[in-house]
């Protein structure tokens, strides 16, 4: 029997990639940047299922381009703002994506940001870099105290309580915002609204899906609520904050710093006025590249994309209702 045909919108990682090799009849994509709208378009065309990534946006018009026979849509990341999931729900297609596996990967470079910002490591590994170490200076590059601070946890799920329970280990208060958490027993932390979040935190950490709710949530009303001490760290999606109002922020001292591993637009342009400031460290979207996190990221997609082919449920899905009758 023929082999499903699907297309693979990058290479990934051959656990998962070669999973899918043996199932199916792939088309991957073969460059290292993402293909095009007009590229996704064609190499769609009469496929079963696709397996895509972030920076692929899955609409309506490419579902439709696939055709009738499309049976799934597999995103290789957690966060799936870049699929029409009810465009896709409307005509009954499952879409998968890779929830879990990278929760602690991501908590960890969260808390990365957090130290690296507060700390100002960035700018201590340029000034060593850029031959400005003269001596010991009791004035140089200092930071904000982690012990007995408050971090503010907006979007309480998975990587949000495992933030939480890091934060336990620093000493750290954690409250959190998020009208949709599940209260957890085993984690120090309390829910508050978001002025109580702004006011009161020293750390502030997003993780919250990016929906037309979240879209610029921190803008600039929620900069001029934030302590002068505040160090905001993003490792969510980059349009929930508003990074015009984050620049200016910045440079007027109205928090100390940020950390960014996400920004609008991704890559974040050369000539962006944030990187023209020294309290401010981004990194490339790479929360979840760690070797094996990656690894089972690549297998869950390629898990979510044959259950879809084989007509059966999606290991995880985030439109089950295209399974009602
Ligand atoms: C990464 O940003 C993901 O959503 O998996």
């Known amino acids: 029997m023929a082999k499903p045909k699907v297309f693979v919108t990058r290479a990934v990682p051959d656990k998962g990639l070669d999973l899918v090799k043996q199932f199916c009849d792939a088309d991957i994509w073969p460059e290292s940047t993402p293909p095009s709208r007009e590229v996704i378009l064609a190499h769609v065309r009469g496929v079963d299922g696709i397996y895509c990534l972030l920076t692929d946006r899955i609409d309506g018009e490419v579902l439709d381009a696939a055709g009738p026979q499309l049976k799934v849509v597999s995103n290789m990341a957690v966060g799936f703002d870049n699929i029409d999931v009810p465009a896709a729900t409307a005509r009954k297609i499952p879409v998968g994506n890779t929830p879990d596996v990278l929760t602690e990967a991501t908590a960890d470079f969260a808390f990365g940001l957090m130290l690296t910002a507060g700390r100002r490591m960035q700018e201590g590994e340029q000034y060593v870099r850029a031959?400005?170490?003269?001596?010991?200076?009791?004035?140089?590059?200092?930071?904000?105290?982690?012990?007995?601070?408050?971090?503010?946890?907006?979007?309480?799920?998975?990587?949000?309580?495992?933030?939480?329970?890091?934060?336990?280990?620093?000493?750290?208060?954690?409250?959190?915002?998020?009208?949709?958490?599940?209260?957890?027993?085993?984690?120090?932390?309390?829910?508050?609204?978001?002025?109580?979040?702004?006011?009161?935190s020293d750390f502030i950490s997003l993780h919250t899906p990016l929906t037309a709710e979240t879209r610029h949530l921190i803008n600039a009303e929620a900069f001029a609520e934030m302590k002068p001490n505040c160090v905001l760290v993003n490792t969510s999606r980059g349009p929930v904050i508003d990074l015009d109002a984050l620049y200016q922020a910045l440079k007027n001292h109205q928090i100390f710093a940020a950390g960014l591993d996400v920004t609008d637009p991704e890559p974040l342009p050369l000539d962006s006025p944030l990187l023209t400031l020294e309290n401010i460290v981004i990194c490339p979207h790479i929360a979840s590249a760690s070797k094996s996190t990656r690894e089972k990221m690549a297998l869950m997609a390629a898990k979510n994309l044959i259950s879809g082919l084989k007509g059966e449920y999606l290991p995880n899905c985030v439109n089950p209702e295209v399974y009602a009758k």
């Open 131 to 200: 031959g400005k170490w003269q001596t010991w200076d009791p004035m140089l590059l200092l930071g904000v105290d982690f012990a007995r601070s408050t971090l503010g946890i907006v979007g309480f799920g998975r990587v949000g309580k495992a933030l939480a329970r890091r934060a336990a280990g620093f000493d750290m208060k954690v409250i959190y915002y998020d009208p949709m958490a599940r209260p957890d027993r085993d984690i120090k932390a309390s829910s508050v609204d978001f002025e109580t979040l702004l006011r009161e």
